[in-house]
C-alpha cells in the first residue's frame, strides 16, 4: 500500500489545500461540498456521505473510498468507534476522519457523529416501550 500522501506534496501549479489537523490526521476541506454539515439525527456507524463528496482534490477523481484505521474502544460505558473512512481509493489522499460514538444514559441510547465529510449529528432514543418523553399528563 502506498504510504499516505500529504496535500503539501502536491505540485507548486496547484492551490494551497485546506487541510485540518485531527489526532494527527490532516483533513482536506476541498474535497467536500460543505464542511461538517448537518445531519440532523442521522449517524453513522461506519460509511461515507458521498453526496458531500466533490472529488479527491489531489487526483481529480470522484470514486468510492477505503475505509482505514478503524478503531473501536470503550470508555466509561460509552462505545467509540473511529476510522479514516475518506481516503480515496486512487491515490490514498486522507479526506476525513470519522468519530461515531455510542452510550446508554438513564433509559436512553444516546449517538453522535463527527466527521468533515459526513458531517454533525446527535440522537436520542429511548430503550423503554413507551418513550417517557412521548407521555402526556392526563390531568
Not at 30 to 56: A, I, M
Not at 78 to 83: L, Q, S
Not at 87 to 100: G, P, Q
Request: with cysteine; net charge negative.
Amino acid at each position: 500500500m502506498r504510504p499516505y500522501l500529504s496535500s503539501r506534496e502536491v505540485s507548486s501549479s496547484r492551490k494551497h489545500w485546506r487541510t485540518f489537523p485531527v489526532d494527527c490526521v490532516a483533513m482536506c476541506g476541498d474535497c467536500v461540498e460543505k464542511e461538517y454539515p448537518n445531519r440532523g439525527n442521522t449517524c453513522l456507524e461506519n460509511g461515507s456521505f458521498l453526496l458531500n463528496f466533490t472529488g479527491c482534490a489531489v487526483c481529480n477523481k470522484r470514486d468510492f473510498m477505503l475505509i482505514t484505521n478503524k478503531s473501536l474502544k470503550e470508555e466509561d460505558g460509552e462505545e467509540i468507534v473511529t476510522y479514516d473512512p475518506d481516503l480515496c481509493k486512487n491515490c490514498h489522499h486522507v479526506i476525513a476522519r470519522h468519530e461515531y460514538t455510542f452510550s446508554i444514559m438513564d433509559e436512553f441510547q444516546e449517538y453522535t457523529m463527527l466527521c468533515l465529510l459526513c458531517g454533525k449529528a446527535e440522537d436520542t432514543i429511548s430503550i423503554l416501550p413507551d418513550d417517557p418523553r412521548q407521555m402526556t399528563l392526563l390531568f
